[in-house]
């Protein structure tokens, strides 16, 4: 199982930032695919999950109305498009096969930093 983020930058606050989690070595269209983030310092946060399928997906309180989690199967790819971001954002943000809404973590990528700073 291979997990590849990618995305990851600097960005001003109120920018935008679209990650990718390219993944191989295993059925990517039958898992849940999850998004987490730490910040130095913090625990570990969920901040979003996607079904199999697409159709359903939730977030964190802080990811709710600026992030979006999608997926292409086509692809075996996993995005999360960040919108507005503030500096509390800043963290490393890591894809992760899930089950259980994201409770359960199965396989890890490596993660990608995002830094939101002016």
């Known amino acids: 199982v291979q997990l590849v983020e990618s995305g990851g930058g600097l960005v001003q606050p109120g920018g935008s930032l679209r990650l990718s989690c390219a993944a191989s070595?295993?059925?990517?269209?039958?898992?849940?695919m999850s998004w987490y983030r730490q910040a130095p310092g913090k625990e570990r946060e969920l901040v979003a999950t996607?079904?199999?399928?697409?159709?359903?997906?939730r977030y964190a309180d802080s990811a709710k109305g600026r992030f979006a989690i999608s997926r292409d199967n086509a692809k075996n790819t996993v995005y999360l498009q960040m919108n507005s971001l503030k500096p509390e954002d800043t963290a490393v943000y890591s894809c992760?096969?899930?089950?259980?809404?994201?409770?359960?973590?199965?396989?890890w990528g490596q993660g990608t930093q995002v830094t939101v700073a002016s």
């Open positions: 992760a096969v899930s089950s259980r809404w994201g409770t359960q973590e199965h396989y």
């Open positions: 070595g295993f059925s990517f269209s039958y898992w849940e």
């Open positions: 996607i079904t199999s399928t697409g159709g359903t997906s």
